[in-house]
């Protein structure tokens, strides 16, 4: 009997030891399948981070460089590069830098592209990014309906010869371009206005003026406002009444802007393409957006003309958003920190 066991026990083992040497096999294979598993997943892992990292690099620097409207700068860290050596205007830049910095509280600024919509975009943007809604006369009325209005019932068909700014003339097809401008303006300005978070708001406004189509659409939508205005000041004038504002006077007494077409031909259709807004025309844009635009002109630094407000006659409850140009032509946004 004892025999018997011992055979039995003896076989017991060998049985056992059999298995575990399967087993052993199969947990290594296992245990060498998951460590190359892991490897491989670790790999892929490191993989995609570096390629999502390469991703998000490229967007972020096609977005900075399509942006017209870059991210804040410290004021006189932009006036050290942009103002170096001793020669009298850069002495003079620098005092009138440094005097935005202590005296006005001016510690940031955001670079705007340099082109001749400048002046345009430095406006419309802190419009947006600040969710300014409509002007009030906008709300009384469809500004979608301003070109067949102007075309249709005030006979005006020399609009054919509008220029959209580098895209020259257009001939029969302004008519529908420019209402095209008009439904960017309108569907963009009501979104974002609407839009009360800020961040979301600043985000919007980025993706906005990362897109040159849609923004020119909406530079030539306020081009045409500002030509459907003078037109209206011009019947006025002809009736024998006094237009809104004195400065439709002051526009319509140029020779050069005698009339709307004049006006037209000789300031509108080149702003954007090679001039940019001057002076009574910039009063005219703070009139219709019903917003007081404050410039700080650099180069009439320690002179009467160093801070201007465009138009002159404001009302109390408008909203103010401000400018700095160092030459009249191309503007920059400057941020007040206190």
Not at 8 to 31: E, F, G, N, R
Not at 71 to 80: A, F, M
Not at 103 to 128: E, G, P, W
Not at 142 to 168: A, H, M, T, V
Request: charged letters at 25%; glycine letters at 4%; one cysteine or more.
């Amino acid at each position: 009997g004892r025999h018997e066991v011992q055979s039995w026990t003896a076989a017991t083992k060998q049985s056992l030891c059999l298995m575990w040497q399967k087993v052993k096999v199969h947990l290594m294979l296992s245990m060498t399948f998951l460590v190359a598993v892991f490897w491989y997943c670790r790999r892929l892992y490191s993989f995609l981070a570096q390629l999502l990292k390469r991703w998000s690099n490229y967007l972020q620097r096609k977005l900075i460089r399509n942006l017209s409207v870059l991210t804040e700068v410290d004021l006189l860290g932009y006036t050290v590069r942009e103002w170096k050596g001793e020669t009298k205007q850069a002495k003079h830049m620098r005092e009138a830098y440094e005097e935005l910095f202590w005296s006005y509280h001016i510690k940031y600024l955001r670079k705007v592209r340099r082109d001749n919509y400048s002046v345009l975009r430095a406006v419309l943007f802190q419009i947006f990014s600040q969710g300014i809604p409509f002007p009030s006369w906008m709300k009384e009325r469809d500004i979608l309906k301003l070109p067949e209005k102007l075309l249709y019932s005030q006979g005006c068909n020399w609009i054919q010869q509008y220029s959209f700014g580098p895209e020259r003339y257009m001939g029969p097809n302004a008519f529908g371009k420019l209402r095209k401008c008009m439904e960017t303006l309108k569907t963009n300005w009501t979104e974002i206005s609407a839009t009360k978070d800020h961040e979301e708001r600043g985000n919007m406004c980025n993706t906005l003026f990362s897109d040159e189509s849609k923004e020119n659409k909406l530079y030539e939508a306020i081009k045409f406002i500002m030509l459907y205005e003078v037109v209206e000041a011009h019947e006025q004038i002809k009736n024998r009444e006094e237009p809104t504002h004195n400065l439709f006077s002051l526009l319509l007494a140029r020779d050069s802007s005698s009339d709307p077409l004049s006006f037209m031909m000789n300031h509108l259709n080149s702003i954007g393409d090679s001039i940019c807004l001057d002076q009574v025309e910039l009063s005219l844009l703070g009139y219709l957006l019903e917003v007081k635009i404050r410039v700080y002109r650099l180069h009439r630094f320690n002179t009467e003309e160093f801070q201007v407000n465009y138009p002159d006659e404001y009302r109390r409850e408008w909203n103010e958003i401000s400018l700095l140009t160092e030459d009249d032509r191309y503007y920059h946004i400057p941020l007040f920190r206190t």
